[in-house]
């Protein structure tokens, strides 16, 4: 049993806006122990596939600070190669915001999105996702802002949670490190604001799972997303309104 | 609508063992137009995270003849680096065979398993994953055969499928190369011969899907998944027994 | 001695045509149990050095499945570099297709040829050159046949065939593995149709060889390209007269 | 002439310890709008060319985020190698650190030293020489409270500042990035408590500079490192007294 | 105390020009045993952030011979990158030559300077510097030669030279490598002929110095740089005289 | 018709010992303008594959500096990767060397062989070849005279010259960078001193070649050869004889 927490509870989640300076978008989002930084670039151009379509692009990068881990890694810059690791999840969170950003009103642009995890205990690409989706508000807001963008390219909000089965069978919602370790089933659950899929990504860990277990996770990641599609709200601002009438829309 | 097929129709299948000659297993299998070889070896060794602990440990790897596909691709050798498409199959054919296969009963050995299309039309990774479990069966067979191994290390069978939701809402099984261009919603599902789950990966191409369509397409997973079975349970022969066994075992 | 042939005979060789579907030309040839996939790809431009010469170019990749042989290598793409063996042999028959191709009247297009060893067992670089120009024939056959090209651009047929010298003093012809690895000298041949050289290797292995020794071997490969090239010709159907015409004109 | 401050004005300097919770020593350190995580590592064994001599080492590694900067600058994982500047920069911030620190006495262990920029504004490698030294001093500190070490291996404080002359031949202390892309002299002084000189490195930009701005420049540097030995006494606490007992031994 | 030369006193040292016949300027100079080949190539074309603007560019690159040095080093081709040492060096012989060059007055061209190390005995990035300049000077001594450009591009002369601090407290000049290795403080001058500083490089080899120390190093410096720019006058016949001008000029 | 000098003609080819100090063996061979560093180097230890066999290894490293050709070349340590061509060359200078050491009487050694082309005119690899040989002997003879090894470990004398084809059909001996370029053929013979072949390669640049030619060739490349000994024997003095009667027993 969870000492501190209930199995459908949430760590402590909080979300602090303009972190950084330079970036158009910048977020230092918590779960619990898991710190990132999540920073969103514009780039006036896109990639060489994209070029002359009239249509932009939004790409992530992930990364950790050597020491955001209990063991000090190795720096994948020393290595000269980006591990296996950090490509799924960087792909991951590109797709992800892809699936809420309407690339065809954003002109030839790129969104360079960089998840740096500074700290981490469970739940780093979760948290990151959750970021990030402010970070690329606030940098598009600012476009709209300036005059640059007409309207919000935002198309519905966009959270992500990690749900699991422990040893002893029980299904538990936002895994920190050490339930991570020893959890038999790991899933992490992208979703829109409306409740809609937008990655299922469920691995046995040397185990497997059942449909009910299934059904469970996928019932207390739905709790979680909701409480987290609440804190985005607060963190961006008079944004929430607009994304809100843009998913009705979209809804119908 | 599909021409050729039902939506809950595989294309044809066919699983050719003993392929080449130097591999303990070794195995063609053809998902329709897809065409992998997959190739188990055995290595007395372990990676350097596992040695002195008498356990063994499967790792695979994943690659694409340059003209597996419609336009010729660089070959990942010239260009010095993996894609992470390619790092991300190769983990989960890995991950996926870890889940039933028995790593404490065959010593510390390594079963390199190398799944490489020869001809590309859709579902290299499920063809890959399904055709690799037999290829692990033989390696390991042959090492039953042979003495070095006291029994079949395989706890159950595994095969992946491929399904998704085309443009006009419609859920298909075993997605060709066309489907999956056109899908709005692409999900791997990799199964165990008892129907439990060992990895699911459900995106959304700048798309989401509803639990609605995530329960139908689970359904027409199980479908595909059953024939699988029985295709791999012709091409490994006496062990096809064994492996029943010892799942039903594993069942209580 | 040799006990399942003459040392002047070659190993049983077949070639399989449009082995794989995509590629412009395709075949997977054997000499005994070394197979070889070879595809040739054509792309719509040439490399920077060639641009805007208006002529054509032809480049060769070579590369073996890790299981190919005996003890499993590691990938290539994996090791993030070419090693100087694949590198020659990649050279090696680039260069010898360029011999009988007449890149002035091809355009301003590359050939791409894909040499893939699937099985190895001695002899894989003169079985890829060997099957590389039936596909490279095929390749431009299908732009003669859809207009693209007025007349096959080739000028002569092309084969090779690896010569030895056994520790005993014995020259042989089309050696395998075994034979191979105990050899005192290698020697690969590269020849025409018409009986001229195009690449001559001769290589003593921790040894040396006479003038004698190299006389002996010139003339056992002699017979090997003959034979080779009759299987060429059966394989390339209508294309065989057109060749043979075109060489016969280069031979005034 | 400065808007904001004096030529011989620091910016405002914080040091904030412990500011992630893995590391041994964690410190984040702002100079102005430059801000640098500081982490310290101790790892249980030395660099092979140590191994066997029972005396330790210490390493630095140095990175940017890639939106420190005004402009996104691409990831050096991704480039897969690290730029000159950066090797520079984190071969700077080890041997500074080596000089202050008596290896002999800290057994065979190394400390890690990660120096991450997440927001840049000029002085980078400075600050972050003047940060790794307080996240040194506590990492050792915390060897010593838990007995590893029986005494603190640290024999001076270590403080780091830039100096430059700009177009106007004004000397100035502590450039901020804008007067640092505009100075014709940039030099930075790596200096212990007692005064002593570490590292030099003064550079004219495609400009020159004369003895008498030499010792000007040095002047300021003294002035600078004077006020952040202050600060650093603070960051550490009970740790400044120790310090300042072994460098009087030292000096005598 | 030294054996073979006064503490203010350099090696024998060398300048034979025209070394190799390909490059615009080739020089091999001598520092005692420390031999290098320093070559400056002329590239009709400048680095892309400097294309458009009318100006040139100066890039250096330095390299050893595997066995320059008394123990073999592995080649820095082979390990597949640059050494931080090697870039180091590379970036501070560029750096010091465009201080004395005019690149606005050369066109859109890149001087290429290659430093080249084939015996090591101490001093090889100071006898870089001072064998480039020479070779520089030839190159673009060429140009005007030949009319491509008006008039000589460089505004002063420039040298280098190591002084440094044993471990007996003595200051030396123009280490040699057992000097280099023994020495508790390192420093790199490089100086115009006015006497006006480009890059000051000084490092307590986990030692400190005072400035007193400092100012005795500057002054053995500058005794040492006197003496290498008459020989490279000597070296550069006719330009001599026109750069002795052009400083002049400079200097009101 | 060659200009300055007849078809069976070598340029004037000179060979400097001791030319580096540190190296074992250390040579300048000259063929015309084509000028070669060749070092050996005595390494106490075998690469792996090696070890615990008693029996030695000869290894070897080929380069040019970037501006020994008419046009700069990109350095390979900044390419980050070795060509082809270098693989190929270093690959057929060790194992030609190989061919006339008895690696199993110089114990678990590896010489290194860096041949380095300070000015490249033409058969680089034959004049490496040539001059590693005499820096090979140098090297063990050193071995031989401080006691390491009992007698010289070499078995016969090794030299290599080119010959090719001109486009009038003229046979020719030791090609200049002039006359490789417009060649039909070019071939590269590499002999012992008794006049047997270690590696004969031969290649048609878009062209072919006869018997006849071959046997031309041939011949030529004989009277090259014997001149070549003649100047090796020159060049390493009291080692000539040793060599031939070691030759003289072995022909035996």
Same mark, same amino acid.
């Given at each position: 049993?969870?000492?501190?927490?209930?199995?459908?509870?949430? @760590?402590?989640?909080?979300?602090?806006?303009?972190?950084?300076?330079?970036?158009?978008?910048?977020?230092?989002?918590?779960?619990?122990?898991?710190?990132?930084?999540?920073?969103?670039?514009?780039?006036? #151009?896109?990639?060489?596939?994209? @070029?002359?379509?009239?249509?932009?692009?939004?790409?992530?990068?992930?990364?950790?600070?050597?020491?955001?881990?209990?063991?000090?890694?190795? #720096?994948?810059?020393?290595?000269?190669?980006? !591990?296996? @690791?950090?490509?799924?999840?960087? #792909?991951?969170?590109? @797709?992800?915001? #892809?699936?809420?950003?309407?690339?065809?009103?954003?002109?030839?642009?790129?969104?360079?999105?960089?998840?740096?995890?500074?700290?981490?205990?469970?739940?780093?690409?979760?948290? !990151?996702?959750?970021?990030?989706?402010?970070?690329?508000?606030?940098?598009?807001?600012?476009?709209?802002?300036?005059?640059?963008?007409?309207?919000?390219?935002?198309?519905?909000?966009?959270?992500?949670?990690?749900?699991?089965?422990?040893?002893?069978?029980?299904?538990?919602?936002?895994?920190?490190?050490?339930?991570?370790?020893?959890?038999?089933?790991?899933?992490?659950?992208?979703?829109?604001?409306?409740?809609?899929?937008?990655?299922?990504?469920?691995?046995?860990?040397?185990?497997?799972?059942?449909?009910?277990?299934?059904?469970?996770?996928?019932?207390?990641?739905?709790?979680?997303?909701?409480?987290?599609?609440?804190?985005?709200?607060?963190?961006?601002?008079?944004?929430?309104?607009?994304?809100?009438? !843009?998913?009705?829309?979209?809804?119908?």
């Amino acid at each position: 049993m969870r000492s501190d927490r209930q199995v459908n509870e949430l @760590r402590k989640v909080t979300i602090e806006t303009d972190y950084v300076k330079h970036p158009e978008g910048s977020v230092l989002i918590s779960f619990g122990d898991t710190k990132v930084i999540c920073n969103a670039s514009v780039e006036e #151009r896109v990639p060489p596939f994209l @070029r002359g379509q009239g249509k932009g692009w939004i790409t992530a990068e992930y990364a950790m600070l050597p020491r955001a881990t209990q063991q000090r890694n190795i #720096r994948e810059s020393s290595k000269g190669k980006v !591990s296996g @690791r950090t490509m799924e999840i960087q #792909r991951l969170i590109g @797709r992800a915001l #892809r699936a809420v950003v309407d690339l065809d009103s954003i002109g030839e642009r790129t969104l360079w999105v960089d998840c740096d995890v500074i700290q981490a205990d469970g739940g780093t690409r979760t948290a !990151s996702i959750t970021g990030a989706f402010v970070a690329v508000v606030l940098a598009f807001g600012k476009l709209v802002d300036n005059g640059v963008l007409k309207k919000l390219p935002v198309t519905d909000f966009l959270t992500a949670i990690s749900v699991g089965v422990l040893p002893d069978g029980k299904e538990i919602l936002d895994l920190c490190y050490e339930e991570d370790s020893k959890a038999d089933v790991d899933m992490n659950v992208v979703m829109t604001g409306q409740g809609e899929f937008v990655e299922l990504q469920g691995t046995g860990e040397e185990a497997t799972f059942s449909m009910q277990q299934l059904q469970k996770m996928l019932s207390l990641a739905q709790e979680g997303v909701t409480e987290l599609t609440h804190l985005q709200k607060d963190a961006i601002g008079k944004w929430a309104e607009v994304i809100d009438k !843009s998913s009705a829309v979209k809804e119908k």
